[in-house]
């Protein structure tokens, strides 16, 4: 259902482009049909549930084919001037600044005050809990991450240690060392590159558990709530 004209400040000079042609109310979540008639969501989609055409120019449109108003639509209304609507505010501005007016609006009826500020405890307690689950998160993804390098350390040890061992058996001369033959010291070169592989492995899981962990770091910064004002 479209916005009344009595909401806005200069009803007469609103664009005949930016009303609805069913509720004749301006644009509501605006809407546009494949042969690009404007409608109010709601109005458009319960037309449609009666008569699948369009309802100026009769063409067969069905709820699938409808798509959001292009965003210059969106911009026009949106800059529409309106006036607050309590008793004795003489507020005025953008009709997308208005819901901002509402909630903190001085002139607001007291039940509606109250239901705004319940509205605004529901969103804020949500946003403590995505808080609360992002940190948890967060420390599951420290000791992970922690457990990952003590690992990778212990692994990176015991591979210099092969090596220096590998290194050490390739330079024994054969005749102090009979029973080494050249398959043996092939052997010993391929177990210390494959070591060396898995420690490269286990730096690329490090790498891929911090950056999962900066990243819920980022989005519990950008979750936290502000106070809001009364």
Known sequence: MGRDAELFVDAAAISRHLLCSICHGVLERPVQTACEHL???????????????????????EPEAVKRAPRAIVGLIDDLEVRCDHCDCDWTGALDKLNAHLDECCHAPRAELLQRLSAKQRQLDDARRT????DREIVRLEAAL??????????????????RQLERDADEDPRRSPGTTQSQRSLRRERFRKARSDRATDVTRI???RDSLETLRLHAADEEP?????
């Open 39 to 61: 409608f109010c969501e709601d109005c458009l989609l319960a037309w449609l549930c009666r008569k699948a055409t369009c309802p100026v120019c009769q063409a067969v449109t």
């Open 131 to 134: 808080i609360a689950d992002r």
């Open 146 to 163: 922690k457990a990952r390098r003590d690992g990778s350390a212990r692994d990176a040890d015991n591979a210099r240690r092969r090596l």
């Open 207 to 209: 790498m891929s558990l």
């Open 226 to 230: 502000t106070g809001d004002r009364c």
